[in-house]
């Protein structure tokens, strides 16, 4: 079987056919950042107008990258949210027009379930069950995942998601969007030691975070450094912030991995969405949680930031399952998963 994945969440339009025996047969990626990157953030209806531009001729490239004609495809998986609701409908209404047209079964995917699934992809896929650590843009969530469609939350962040901590953060040090992967880079040069965050919420029980606490006292302690070594803040200073922060987050998401594995005794730990390619927290949760037997499993960088590899995949499992959707299309900007 067949499916053709497409993503249209967000900020990235994408396409990928997934082959239910032979895995991943092609997938292609159109970011928007350097459409949005001069707003400092990503603008909604930019995004679904560039969409509409992009989203056929990726299916058509992907086709041919796969050598694959559309009359074998299968079904059409499409991201039915959580998302942008202008650009979720571009994807929706393309995806379920093609489904019909070619007299194909079509089913709209949670963003969120492909992001989860996403390291699923790899040589070696992570055995269920396992906890899930969802780490975007958006959302910061674990995840008791039992089996496909059988999620448990365990626990969310109660403010900003980590993604957006790393993106207002980054901002905040004067570097452009999106910041994360920015941040990172910088934090590469910062020295160990001269400034500490907090870890939010790690003193009291309980699986839920907090990160809009934590842009705040980067803010404060810029500031402070700029009173005290003057504006614009020397590079070593802010290389060094970034350092603070990116340590304070990757500890905390590792306190509170430890505590979901313990509660629900599960050997397997997979990191998923966009703050997971974060090279901090991939080596320090690895390293932590092997010297407690568990192994800790993540995609390849470009899976986890939104592709539609995940959300074929996510598609096909559902298919398999037995799932099928109306002629109606679904977007649904909120989603809980
Ligand atoms: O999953 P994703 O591509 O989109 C959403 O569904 O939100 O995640 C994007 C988020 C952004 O906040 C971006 O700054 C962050 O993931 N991100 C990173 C890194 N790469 C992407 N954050 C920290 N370190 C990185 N290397
Ligand atoms: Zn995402």
């Known amino acids: 079987m067949i499916v053709l994945g497409i993503e249209t969440s967000c900020d990235e339009t994408a396409a990928a056919l997934y082959h239910s025996e032979q895995g991943l047969l092609a997938h292609q990626l159109h970011s928007q950042i350097p459409l949005h990157a001069a707003y400092g953030g990503v603008v909604p209806e930019l995004a679904s107008r560039d969409h509409i531009r992009k989203t056929l001729p990726l299916i058509r490239a992907t086709l041919a990258a796969a050598d694959c004609l559309p009359q074998q495809v299968d079904a059409v998986a499409y991201t039915a949210g959580p998302g942008l609701v202008g650009a979720l409908l571009v994807g929706a209404a393309i995806g379920r027009s093609l489904a019909w047209s070619w007299g194909k079964p079509a089913i ?67 570097l452009p969007y999106p910041g994360g992967p920015q941040l990172s880079r910088l934090a590469q040069q910062g020295h160990p030691g001269r400034y500490r965050f907090p870890r939010p919420m790690t003193d009291r029980p309980g699986l839920d975070l907090s990160f809009s606490g934590l842009k705040t006292f980067a803010l ?44 629900t005794g599960h050997r397997h730990l997979v990191l998923a969405g966009g703050v997971s390619a974060n090279q901090r927290l991939r080596q320090g949760m690895a390293e932590v949680l092997a010297k407690e037997g568990v192994t800790t499993h993540y995609p390849r960088p470009e899976f986890c930031t939104d592709n539609a590899a995940m959300i ?11 799932e099928s959707e109306p002629l109606s299309f679904k977007a649904k900007p909120r989603w809980a998963i």
Request: net charge negative; charged share 20%.
């Open 312 to 322: 074929a995949y996510a598609g096909w499992q559902r298919l398999r399952l037995g």
């Open 220 to 263: 404060n302690t810029l500031r402070q450094a700029e009173s005290e070594h003057g504006t614009p803040l020397p590079q070593q200073l802010r290389a060094d912030i970034a350092l603070a922060f990116e340590q304070a987050v990757v500890e905390t998401l590792i306190i509170k991995c430890r505590r979901a594995l313990h509660a």
């Open 108 to 174: 709209g995917v949670h963003h969120l379930e492909g992001h989860l699934l996403a390291p699923m992809l790899e040589e070696n896929p992570p055995p269920l069950p396992f906890v899930a650590l969802l780490v975007s843009g958006g959302h910061t969530q674990l995840v008791d995942v039992r089996a496909i469609g059988d999620y448990q939350l365990l626990g969310e962040s109660v403010d900003d998601a980590a993604g957006e901590a790393f993106d207002k953060t980054a901002k905040l040090l004067g």
